[in-house]
């Protein structure tokens, strides 16, 4: 502003900036006691179940589905951080490849979502479960392995039949995260 | 409550002539303290229950919910936050004034109270009809600036001491033009009678000083606007910001002595929006009830007198609507504008306040000596005053509706739902 203002306009300017922003200030706010509030009050008074209201290709916990899995070790190869400890040796007995550990520490696991990308086998996936509140840091390891088994035979590109994702899980988790503190 | 202990002599003890009779005193104590009962069981479930409705509505206004997990809709939020602050450890630091530090939330909490003594809540509903009143009422309340600033020296805590120096110079700044608006009604009842100026006004809009004449209109914003900085409520929550101060004069309180200087705070709320009701928008008047045929009714009842119980149910009723409104206009402000500056503090009392509100007492003046009471124009103005009134309603209730339509569309859009979520739809 070049010209000073006149003091008087200025003066009942400022009144006037000061009623007419608080009229419509309140109106505003006034405005927000009629619209839908955004809070969704997680876990117990939900519309529908959280894991359906997640976005597409959400990444959770890992799953392996060990029907699928060849023992190929692409996925705890590719993981920058060595979350996913898997161990396969050769039954002497039966000559077949037995895979006798497949430890993924989801405490470790930054979700980056590589091992499932180089995962050839259709058996490694992110699961939409993300609820892994423990006592425990250890109890963070979970054992998809529980007895020694044999590792799937198929070829790359094969159609596997695998179980849904989000059915094995639950029950792995179960096992690891039920523990005594230790 | 005179009136009343006056009823239960004649007609419980039979004596028609109270002043002789040598045993009164009795009967006029028992009212007192069943007066002061009365009264602080209602600022108890007011102060309690009003927190709720601000958390729930400051909720809403922020696209949150607010507390709904206590008792029916989180309605016990207030007794469930009451306990906690009683079973926690009450902390007097090492270097505080400890009796200072120990007085001031009494006198906080006393200054607040002082002021419900005088307020009218029905027709015959008030603890003492005093004929200095609102003098009285701006005097008992400047206990609270005392209070506060002794809560802020007794801390020996820079932050509080701040806010204690804040909250005097803004409670003192403030008390001018809050006193001067009300003047206006002083100027207009002929009175300082809380239940007199009630009583000058009538239970029909255009008889409320409110409409009276555009310097009355003026007034009453200027009144809200300076009890606002009087109670400490944002934008003028100076003394206690918590941006800079972290908390102000109450930092080094800890359990029922902190909760005593909210428990004011919150009392506050209704004294100023009672003192707008009883000044400005009509009080406890009915509409076509004249307060004298309900005087009439207590004076001829021999014995119980069920209408008038009713009159007096719904004086109060009409009260507290009119002062529940007020409230809620209070706490939606609280979430509508920023805190002021010091400066702009200041400024706002000194260089736009006082001049307003001394032209409103000068306004006031020059109508009652141009305007006769009652005559054709008087009307005419209240008619033009209550048009005023209703447009500046029905203009915003318009601006509501076009900021709540902006956001309509695009919500569905998005969200696949209606954005239509009333207030009373409790989640």
Known sequence: ?182 | MRQIADWIILNLFGVADAGSWPYSWLVYLGMMVFAAVLAITFVAIFAGPVTWVERRVAGRIMSRLGPNRVGPQGFLQWLADGLKNLLKEDLIPDAADRPLFRLAPHLVWMGMFGAFVVLPFGAHLVAADLNVGLLYILAITSLVVLGLLMAGWASNSKWALYGGIRSTAQLVSYEIPTAFSLMVIVILAGTLSTQEIVRAQGGWPWDWFVFRNPFTFLAFFLLMTSSLAEGNRVPFDLPEAESELVAGYNIEYSGMRFLFFLFAEWANLWIMAAIGTFCFLGGWQIPGVSPDAIDALLARSHGWSWSWVGLQALSFAIFAIKASWLVFVVIQIRWTLPRLRVDQLMIACWKYLVPMTLVCILGVLAMALLIPQGGVLDYLIRGLMMVVGGALVALFLWRARVNYMLARDSYRKMEGRELWFPPYRLV
């Open chain 1, 1 to 182: 502003m070049s010209k000073k203002a006149n003091p008087v306009v200025s003066y009942l300017s400022t009144i006037w900036r000061a009623m007419f922003s608080t009229f419509e200030g309140l109106a505003v706010t006034f405005s927000w006691l009629f619209r839908r509030p955004i809070t969704i009050q997680y876990p117990d008074r939900l519309e529908k179940p959280v894991q359906e209201m997640l976005p597409e290709g959400y990444r959770g916990i890992l799953e392996v589905d060990l029907g699928c899995c060849t023992g190929c070790l692409l996925c705890s190869t590719t993981c920058p951080i060595d979350c996913i400890a898997i161990q396969v040796v050769k039954n002497p007995e039966t000559k077949k490849r037995e895979v006798i550990r497949f430890d993924i520490d989801i405490a470790k696991c930054m979700y980056c979502g590589l091992c499932t990308e180089a995962c050839n086998f259709d058996a490694l996936h992110h699961t939409r479960q993300f609820e892994g509140t423990n006592v425990s840091r250890n109890n963070l390891v979970l054992h998809f392995v529980k007895e020694p088994r044999e590792v799937s035979s198929h070829k790359k590109g094969e159609p596997c039949n695998r179980r849904p994702v989000g059915s094995i899980l639950p029950e792995v988790m179960k096992d690891c995260f039920d523990q005594e503190e230790g």
